[in-house]
Structure formats: structure tokens, C-alpha cells
């Protein structure tokens, strides 16, 4: 069965100190992987799409990276504005159009 | 930027009661799908659609439930008759036919079920 696992639930930072959310998956076959922000009440904001092993995204203080079982996001010198819940979410093959398995989420909270 | 845009932004209903949520996709944009999110759990897939029908649907997506698009902008979710456990967030989502398969969200909609 595919699935998607998100560590950890939950993360607290201090501004400026940096540190990486996990996404481990397990599907038959990967089309692609996404990142996704979320913030509270709203719908998931698009960040990165990876599709193949030791690709990676960067934008602003994020930088997304996949290996052939997982996906790290990473965070530089998190600001108080990138406190949200970041989503995994994994497109297998074999899905007809597309449908997503997400993963829980990691809820970031940085302090100023 | 384009979006995708959802309406009501909550939507409070009477159990057995029908509902319908809507949501205008990104304009160029082929295919499309709803979402739901139970409060503190997983974003789960419901439906795709694609050149006027459904593609797939999962368990959740059952006889009570329908997708339409009536025109050439709207795109709908239909509950016949709501339970207390269709209580959620349901997000709408479109992708184009671009080769990067990513599906923009739509802000959603909260339905309460009472």
C-alpha cells in the first residue's frame, strides 16, 4: 500500500536556527513528490515538485531534496513568517490522473 | 497570479440536508479534483475529473456523493445527504496539462454538518 510518512509531527525553532523536516514514502513507483505549505484554516500552497533521485528545489530560506525512499526539506534561518504545517504528498504511477497520498504534515513554529 | 477559488468559504447544514460546494478552477486548466481534510488529519483524495467525467475516486467517494461542471468555469461537489462525518474541510484542486503534474489548491471550504 502506498503511504507517506511525515517526521517530526510537530517542531519548534528558534529565528535563525536551522533544521530539516522528513517525508519517507512507500509507493510502487514514484511520478513525482510535492511540497506543500499550509497554514491554518487554508488550503495547501504549492512549494516544490521533485522527481528523481538527488534532485533538489530551493526558494528563499527552503531547499527540498529526494532519494529514492525520502524527501528532506530543509530550513535556513527560519523567520516567524514560515511558522505553518508543511505537507508531503506523493504522486505514484499507476494513479490515472493524478490523485495525491499526503502525509500528515510537520508543524513548524519559530520564535522570534 | 491565477488561483483556484472556492465558495462559501463555511458552509453550516442540518444532517440528511443537501449540500453543494463549489469551486472555479484555474482557467486553463484540464484537470480537476476535490480533497477533503478532517480536522487534525490527513488531506485525502475524493474524486479527479477529466474531459467531463471522472477518472477516479476513492472509498470515501460514494453514492452520495456527485462532481459535476456545468459550464465552462464552475466545478462542483455535490453531497446528497450529508452525516454528521462529511464534517471537514473539502478542498478543490486543478492541475494543467503542463508535464509537471502539480495540482494548485483552492482556499476551501469548511461544511458543518450538525
Known amino acids: 500500500e502506498d503511504q507517506v510518512t511525515q517526521s517530526p509531527e510537530a517542531l519548534r525553532l528558534q529565528e535563525g536556527e536551522s533544521s530539516s523536516l522528513n517525508c519517507s514514502y512507500t509507493?510502487?513507483?514514484?511520478?513525482?513528490l510535492f511540497w506543500y505549505r499550509q497554514d491554518p484554516g487554508k488550503g495547501p500552497e504549492f512549494l516544490f515538485t521533485?522527481?528523481?533521485a538527488g534532485e533538489e528545489k530551493e526558494k528563499e530560506r527552503l531547499k527540498a531534496t529526494l532519494t529514492k525512499k525520502e524527501s528532506f526539506l530543509h530550513i535556513t534561518a527560519p523567520k516567524p513568517e514560515d511558522s505553518a504545517t508543511y505537507l508531503c504528498?506523493?504522486?505514484?504511477?499507476?494513479?490515472?490522473?493524478?490523485?495525491?497520498?499526503f502525509g500528515k504534515g510537520t508543524k513548524l513554529s519559530v520564535k522570534p | 497570479e491565477p488561483e483556484v477559488t472556492q465558495t462559501p468559504s463555511h458552509q453550516v447544514t442540518q444532517m440528511g440536508q443537501e449540500v453543494i460546494l463549489r469551486c472555479v478552477p484555474i482557467?486553463?486548466?484540464?484537470?480537476f479534483y476535490w480533497y477533503r481534510q478532517i480536522l487534525g488529519q490527513k488531506v485525502e483524495f475524493l474524486v479527479s475529473?477529466?474531459?467531463?467525467?471522472?477518472?477516479?475516486k476513492s472509498e470515501i467517494f460514494d453514492d452520495q456523493f456527485s462532481v459535476e461542471r456545468p459550464d465552462g468555469s464552475n466545478f462542483t461537489l455535490k453531497i446528497r445527504s450529508t452525516k454528521l462525518e462529511d464534517s471537514a474541510m473539502y478542498f478543490c484542486?486543478?492541475?494543467?496539462?503542463?508535464?509537471?503534474?502539480?495540482?494548485?489548491f483552492g482556499p476551501g471550504t469548511r461544511l458543518t454538518v450538525l
Open positions: 484542486a486543478s492541475r494543467g496539462r503542463d508535464s509537471t503534474d502539480t495540482q494548485y
Open positions: 509507493v510502487s513507483g514514484l511520478r513525482g
Open positions: 521533485l522527481y528523481s
Open positions: 504528498a506523493v504522486h505514484p504511477y499507476g494513479g490515472s490522473q493524478g490523485n495525491l497520498i
Open positions: 482557467s486553463n486548466h484540464l484537470y
Open positions: 475529473f477529466y474531459n467531463n467525467e471522472i477518472s477516479e
